[in-house]
């Protein structure tokens, strides 16, 4: 029997999103900011058994890559997306292989025994999210999975590659073996940069990874945070950094690189090194606050709108309007969702 072949090949950390409304006073108790993404610390430990034991807790498959992959498996028609990461063996993981399944994305996990599955605790106050993860098993990924019988050839036939910046934490190597992989080969390699702590404390690792960077995807705080890291003079300047960004060295110079940067109901920034001094800039269709559920996985939303749609070879504009139209879609269900039956989005 023939192995199945995927267009898109996706890399992260699969986490267990253990998401809580109203947690005002757990932003207090933990040190958290509002908006935000943060590894947990040694003080951060205890909110995972806080929430479980004072919460009304919802458990949503989450982890960024994992989300943008279901994302795009939404979009695409089936047997289109396929997802690794490292997870332990354990019910955790079970309820991610669910959530996967429904969406019809296909994962290739490395399981880890005796380990325990990453875990992201989201804390919701009005329409911000705060996101504290303890990666466990994630953060154990081996670069050989990608060389095994089972995952080798899914990475040989995919057209298109994505990883979260979040993985830069740890598995730079892996990044760095698939990105170079997908440059010398003229395939689409993309980029999310994730988090503003990514630019702040693992910019090394980021700018070791850029050069083989096609699609680079980020929010205005993450921009702002890169801008800052790299010194650029106008940190807020969306379209600048996407330029500078889109600008900086590439290894495979037959293709541009694209850099799109969102700005939640504000607007959506697009630079391409093709035409850089042309930002483009995309208006959002806001969703009235009382449609507001969360916009846990917003972000990534976009990102699997964006990338589904490229994958199908549309254009780009075409890309960032499903990219909108799937974080419009997300941002009206708890965490990272999508609406069922499904709704026709390219």
């Not at 908006?35 to 995972?48: G, Q, S, V, W």
Request: glycine share 8%; aromatic share 8%.
């Amino acid at each position: 029997m023939a192995t199945p072949t995927y267009k898109l090949f996706c890399i992260g950390n699969p986490l267990l999103d253990l998401q809580v409304r109203d947690g005002e006073e757990l932003l207090r108790k933990y040190d958290l900011k509002a908006n935000d993404a943060i590894l947990a610390e040694e003080k951060h430990m205890p909110i995972y058994d806080d929430l479980v034991k004072n919460y009304q807790v919802t458990y949503v498959a989450g982890g960024a890559s994992q989300n943008a992959a279901r994302g795009a498996a939404y979009v695409l028609p089936l047997d289109s997306v396929v997802y690794t990461g490292c997870v332990g063996d354990d019910d955790l993981a079970e309820q991610l292989r669910a959530a996967n399944k429904r969406e019809g994305l296909h994962e290739r996990y490395l399981v880890k025994k005796g380990e325990k599955t990453g875990a992201c605790a989201v804390v919701i106050t009005g329409h911000d999210r705060s996101l504290v993860t303890t990666l466990q098993a994630a953060e154990k990924f081996e670069k050989s999975h990608l060389s095994s019988p089972e995952v080798a050839p899914l990475v040989d036939a995919a057209k298109v590659f994505y990883v979260e910046g979040y993985f830069l934490t740890h598995g730079t190597e892996t990044i760095l073996e698939v990105s170079k992989k997908a440059s010398a080969s003229s395939k689409v390699f993309a980029l999310n940069l994730s988090a503003p702590f990514i630019a702040q404390f693992f910019n090394v690792q980021l700018q070791s990874v850029l050069p083989y960077c096609d699609v680079i995807i980020g929010n205005e705080t993450e921009a702002e945070a890169y801008a800052s890291a790299t010194g650029l003079p106008e940190p807020k300047d969306l379209a600048a950094t996407a330029r500078a960004i889109a600008l900086s060295p590439k290894a495979n110079m037959s293709q541009p690189r694209i850099v799109i940067f969102t700005h939640g109901a504000e607007s959506t920034v697009l630079v391409s090194s093709a035409d850089p001094d042309n930002a483009k800039v995309y208006k959002v269709t806001p969703i009235p606050d009382d449609q507001i559920v969360d916009t846990n996985g917003a972000g990534d939303a976009f990102a699997g709108g964006f990338l589904g749609a490229l994958v199908a070879g549309k254009n780009l504009d075409d890309c960032v309007d499903a990219g909108h139209k799937m974080g419009a879609m997300c941002v009206q269900l708890v965490g990272p969702q999508f609406k069922w039956p499904k709704v026709q989005i390219l």
